[in-house]
């Protein structure tokens, strides 16, 4: 069995076996907490973009993006849904050459747990560089009860297109790490692939340290793109921050 590198062979099939339908909820919701900012936010860094699903959403909005994202093979899955005008470019946190400066930055579905707590540190410290004062860094992480849900759901599995899936899951919880293994099955020797993809739960201490250390106020942390607060049961949180005046 082929073994990929993590998001290569997996890009041509993630938008169908991997992502929830949610972008456009997720999107609206920016664009409504965006909307108190009398400064306007009209540029928007979108980190860890993946195939485009949000880029395109907010692009819709009325918001010009600039997409980032580690794999090459995701970037050109987001080219070809977002057109050749869309700037694109492959950045691997928490290094960020990327130039110009941002109304806001996101970092959507979880992109940031495949960070270290100190590359976490370091990724909000290039981003604040990024952003303008004011300007808002909101991203979604998995919680402490993803973590317990995946110890006890090791293993997913399903069908999509005629591909059949399986993730398996292995949690170290004293060491708040995930490695899990996609396996794909398709119609022929060309459709099989495996992929190893490393993720790490943070606990809310660190990321409000690593935020705090990289002058971000953090504003609130929510369930899942809503305003409901996130609490014990979320499964995905989401973080809205700002940088601070200089």
């Known amino acids: 069995m082929d073994e990929a590198e993590p998001y290569a062979r997996l890009a041509d099939v993630y938008d169908e076996v991997v992502v929830d339908p949610c972008h456009d909820r ?8 965006w909307s108190s900012d009398h400064d306007s936010v009209q540029a928007v860094l ?6 485009g699903l949000m880029t395109a959403e907010l692009t819709a909005l ?6 980032v994202d580690r794999s090459p093979a995701m ?3 987001a080219r070809h849904l977002l057109g050749p005008d869309a700037i694109l470019a492959q950045q691997t946190l928490p290094e ?6 941002f109304d806001a930055a996101i970092s959507t579905f979880d992109g940031l747990n495949y960070l270290s707590p100190s590359e976490l540190g370091s990724t909000f410290s290039v981003l604040e560089r990024r952003l303008r004062p004011g300007g808002w860094l909101v991203f979604d992480l ?20 005629g591909r059949r899936f399986e993730i398996s899951s292995v949690v170290d919880v004293t060491a708040r790490t995930c490695n899990t293994r996609i396996v794909m099955t398709g119609t022929d020797d060309d459709d099989i692939f495996s992929e190893q993809h490393n993720q790490y739960f943070f606990t809310d201490a660190e990321v409000r340290n690593a935020l705090a250390a990289a002058r971000f106020e953090l504003v609130a942390i929510t369930d899942e793109y809503t305003h409901t607060p996130a609490d014990r049961s979320s499964l995905r949180a989401t973080w809205t921050a700002r940088r601070l005046a200089a």
Request: charged fraction near 15%.
């Open 46 to 51: 979108d980190v860890c973009c993946g195939t």
């Open 62 to 67: 009325g918001y010009r993006v600039v997409g």
């Open 142 to 161: 998995h919680t402490d009860a993803m973590m317990q849900f995946t110890v006890n759901h090791p293993v997913v599995e399903g069908q999509s297109d």
């Open 75 to 77: 970037l050109a899955r």
């Open 26 to 33: 997720w999107a609206a919701y920016l664009h409504e907490l």
């Open 96 to 101: 960020l050459t990327i130039g110009g400066v």
